[in-house]
């Protein structure tokens, strides 16, 4: 699953087709993206918990792409939701964004 994070226009972008042209639209220069798997998982929510992660409404940290890689996709959309928990505390706008499946 891919998910597509974007703070000045406040959403969350769920892609589950690999081949979805949207997703071959994130090799933008300074488009960042982050692996999760379960092998990862604790250092990426660490990531988001200490602010390692941030948000702007400026080129480079205006959006993220997150491939994540869990046993289940209801552990992946599950993921999804606790990372909006975490960013919506310290981004209010993402804290009632719309998490849309795309694909």
């Avoid at 071959?24 to 250092?43: A, C, E, N």
Wanted: glycine share 6%.
């Amino acid at each position: 699953m891919w998910v597509y994070i974007n703070y000045p226009n406040p959403h969350f972008g769920v892609h589950r087709d690999h081949s979805c042209r949207m997703i071959r639209m994130r090799g933008k220069p300074d488009q960042r993206v982050r692996t999760v798997s379960i092998y990862t998982l604790g250092d990426a929510l660490s990531e988001f918990i200490d602010e390692e992660m941030r948000f702007a409404a400026e080129g480079g940290l205006n959006d993220l792409w997150i491939k994540i890689h869990l046993d289940t996709p209801e552990q992946e959309m599950g993921l999804v939701h606790v990372l909006q928990a975490i960013l919506g505390k310290r981004y209010s706008p993402l804290s009632n964004a719309s998490v849309d499946i795309h694909c």
